[in-house]
């Protein structure tokens, strides 16, 4: 069974940095893609970045060149590095990886 667990959230101001990860049990890491998303209140969650399993990353429009998704096939682990932080970046971010999702961090942007 596949299991997540997300750490790095947290209260930053607005122009700030964090970063968040995702640990991710199980054997077969190395051979999926893996994705960050977000959920503001009141609001759909989004895909904010996905690695594949190749390392090809994508982006949304809205965190392009502020934000950076890598990952360590050692660590079983994917990052995304947030630099510039903006208030509208506050959400709660999951990570995802096949059918799974973790339980959330909290990201809060003050201006």
């Known amino acids: 069974q596949v299991q997540l667990v997300e750490s790095g959230g947290g209260l930053v101001q607005f122009g700030g940095s964090l970063r968040l990860s995702c640990a991710v049990s199980?054997?077969?890491?190395?051979?999926?893609?893996v994705g960050w998303y977000r959920q503001a209140p009141g609001k759909q969650r989004e895909l904010v970045a996905r690695?594949?399993?190749?390392?090809?990353?994508a982006y949304a429009d809205s965190v392009k060149g502020r934000f950076t998704i890598s990952r360590d096939n050692a660590k079983k682990t994917v990052y995304l590095q947030m630099n510039s932080l903006k208030p509208e970046d506050t959400a709660v971010y999951y990570c995802n990886f096949i059918a799974a999702w973790g339980q959330g961090t909290q990201v809060t942007v003050s201006s």
């Open positions: 199980g054997s077969i890491f190395t051979i999926y893609s």
């Open positions: 690695i594949g399993s190749d390392y090809s990353t």
